[in-house]
């Protein structure tokens, strides 16, 4: 959101009002402060309860607690971003979905996120779809042309605004200690609730035969602050030869490794539309995706959470030399951030 929050900001007429629910506070305010953006206001959730329920009824409270505005943007498939949408529309606010449409066709994968991004396109003033997929699978759902514009992903505007100006990865100050210079690199991401347990940790199996098998390799795991993650990951993997488990990093290192990675094993939705910025190789530890087009593109393969499986995919790209792939980015021309705000500004325009 923050290319979109820029973009507003660009708006003579228009002030954005950010707001942030709290969850993983460090890392949402340094990728903020990436873009220069400093005033946040933040809503701290008072549960510490899991339990999804709690959290969207705290969500609810607070949200509806701030003052209105005249138009309201929510982002994905979150929680947050759904109680957000359900909020203004009690509010009688009208709120734009960005990335509205993403959907896996199976309403328990990913768990909840399939939900949150299908009830929250109900709820919406207008649907800024990202790519001519999303617009399709809205259609479909009965949904109104007229609400829905499609704009490419925001994610591509952010990338390629951080990636003219970071250095490479091993040259960051939070990396130099971190990576070999000789060693081929591979990024891993792991977090979703529905990797939770035993499809993590054959995951984490996976990654430690790739590397005992491949001494010119080096693997780096930002690890995920949930407890659950988090124990899952450093039980199977701490201490091990080669495979760096960090905390999280900075959005510009993520990116920085993104961009210089050999290959990328992840379950995150966002990198699914980064990653192909740059042509690096993705293998999909999930079952499901609601980006196909990585897939059709030939940018990213779904390999599940299956240990053996995932060794045999990543075998087969690493034993290339050159594995960067030379194509174009399906998700977006890096001017979603202006057809958004431009669509709000000219509906506040109309209303007043």
């Not at 990024?187 to 990797?195: A, C, G, M, Q, Y």
């Not at 593109?297 to 050159?322: N, P």
């Amino acid at each position: 959101m923050v290319p979109v929050i820029s973009a507003i900001a660009n708006c003579p007429n228009l002030h954005a009002h950010v707001l942030m629910t709290g969850q993983h506070r460090d890392i949402a305010s340094n990728a903020l402060e990436s873009f220069d953006i400093h005033q946040i206001n933040w809503l701290d959730v008072s549960s510490t309860s899991h339990r999804l329920a709690d959290q969207a009824g705290e969500l609810l409270k607070g949200i509806n607690a701030v003052h209105h505005p005249k138009y309201a943007l929510v982002h994905g498939d979150t929680t947050t971003g759904f109680v957000g949408a359900l909020a203004s529309f009690y509010s009688a606010i009208p709120v734009g979905h960005v990335e509205a449409g993403l959907r896996s066709g199976e309403l328990q994968d990913p768990f909840p996120e399939e939900a949150n991004r299908r009830l929250a396109d109900q709820l919406c003033h207008r649907l800024f779809a990202p790519t001519s997929i999303a617009k399709d699978n809205l259609l479909r759902e009965g949904l109104s042309n007229e609400k829905i514009l499609t704009t490419g992903n925001t994610v591509v505007d952010a990338v390629r605004h951080l990636a003219q100006k970071i250095k490479p990865a091993r040259e960051l100050d939070e990396l130099k200690g971190v990576l070999g210079q000789q060693k081929r690199l591979v990024l891993v991401t792991t977090h979703r609730r529905e990797n939770w347990g035993d499809p993590m940790r054959h995951i984490c199996q996976a990654i430690k035969r790739i590397t005992e098998a491949l001494e010119d390799l080096q693997v780096i795991l930002p690890v995920h602050p949930n407890p659950v993650v988090k124990d899952m990951i450093e039980s199977e993997l701490k201490n091990t030869p080669r495979i760096h488990l960090v905390t999280p990093l900075s959005y510009e290192a993520l990116i920085a490794l993104e961009r210089d990675a050999d290959l990328i094993l992840t379950d995150s939705g966002g990198i699914q539309e980064e990653a192909p910025e740059f042509g690096t190789p993705l293998l999909i530890l999930r079952k499901t995706t609601e980006r196909p087009e990585a897939l059709t593109s030939g940018l990213a393969k779904l390999v599940g959470t299956c240990e053996q499986t995932i060794i045999d995919e990543a075998a087969h790209i690493l034993k290339c030399k050159h594995t960067q792939i030379d194509r174009q980015n399906p998700f977006g021309d890096g001017h979603a951030s202006q057809r958004i705000a431009a669509a709000v500004e000219s509906h506040i325009n109309s209303a007043d």
